[in-house]
């Protein structure tokens, strides 16, 4: 596994004000190492890459790279539904000092594969870094076949791909057909159920609050004690789940910010279009957090 079995898909912090805020991002940087995180992935969807800017980004890679102070590795998502673009937001990615980049499926503009094939390559021919697939299919509108990520695998530089299709045949196929390629779950709450068919770990969401048990859930699956790592899965869904679902469906990063605030980790609300959650989402996740005990009580005094 390039970079460990879990790797965090960090929140931007932002002020008051709704800019990004460097110290907020050193001090959540230092939470989620203290929460046993092998990895981070900045600038992501969880990191609201839609509304932060190319400068922003910048900053980011910039502000992490000098953070991690290499206890973690730093993965920086670069892709975009513009090509041109991705390579040019790579290269100064790689200019800041970043371990990895993480390249997602063109989005709307809907590519065939082909098109997906040459898009990536046209990254990995020009930046000399590590690639990270990320396929996700209900964002983007288009997904990865078993065919392209293979194909692209076959390239020294793309080594590894996150999958939030939330299919296991597809992930036991690529599992099964590519060598010294990595597999990372980009779903919680199929950590170990990709693991089981081969995957590495987790580029996960829940880490920013339970990273420590999740690692204790994969190395129970590593020691090859399957029935310890299942009973840790049925304890951790209820989080997984909560986190994305409370208790309706909330967009990612907007009930994780809210749950980081109430355990005194201050990162700020999201941008617009995204809103912040509703009262009754902010009970449910109130009492979620207390149920692990990652608050002292409802009304969200830190643990």
Not at 158 to 166: F, N, T
Not at 254 to 270: E, N
């Amino acid at each position: 596994m390039p970079w460990g079995p879990l790797v965090t898909a960090l929140v931007t912090p932002f002020d008051p004000d709704g800019n990004v805020c460097a110290q907020r991002f050193d001090a959540l940087m230092d939470h989620v190492i203290a929460q046993s995180s092998t990895g981070i992935v900045v600038g992501g969807t969880t990191g609201e890459s839609p509304t932060i800017s190319d400068e922003e980004k910048v900053l980011l890679y910039r502000q992490a790279v000098r953070g991690a102070n290499r206890r973690v590795h730093v993965i920086a998502s670069t892709g975009s539904n513009d090509t041109a673009h991705t390579v040019e937001l790579s290269q100064r990615a790689q200019q800041c000092g970043v371990d990895a980049l993480m390249v997602v499926t063109p989005y709307y503009n809907r590519p065939s594969q082909l098109g997906i094939i040459r898009h990536v390559l046209a990254v990995a021919e020009r930046v000399p870094l590590p690639i990270l697939l990320y396929n996700i299919p209900s964002r983007t509108g288009i997904a990865m076949t078993v065919e392209t990520v293979c194909t692209l695998a076959e390239h020294p530089r793309i080594v590894a791909l996150k999958d939030s299709s939330g299919d296991v045949e597809f992930v036991s196929d690529i599992c099964a057909q590519t060598r010294n390629f990595s597999v990372y779950s980009g779903d919680d709450a199929l950590t170990l159920p990709y693991m089981s068919v081969g995957a590495c770990g987790v580029v996960s969401v829940a880490s920013h609050l339970i990273g420590e048990t999740m690692r204790v859930m994969m190395k129970a699956h590593a020691d090859g004690d399957v029935a310890l790592a299942a009973q840790w899965h049925a304890s951790l869904l209820p989080m997984f789940r909560g986190l994305f679902c409370c208790p309706h469906r909330v967009p990612n990063p907007v009930p994780i910010k809210y749950a980081l605030r109430m355990m005194g980790i201050d990162v700020g609300s999201v941008r617009l279009p995204l809103v912040d959650v509703t009262e009754e989402e902010a009970q449910f996740l109130r009492t979620l957090l207390a149920q692990y005990g990652l608050i002292d009580d409802e009304d969200g005094v830190g643990a």
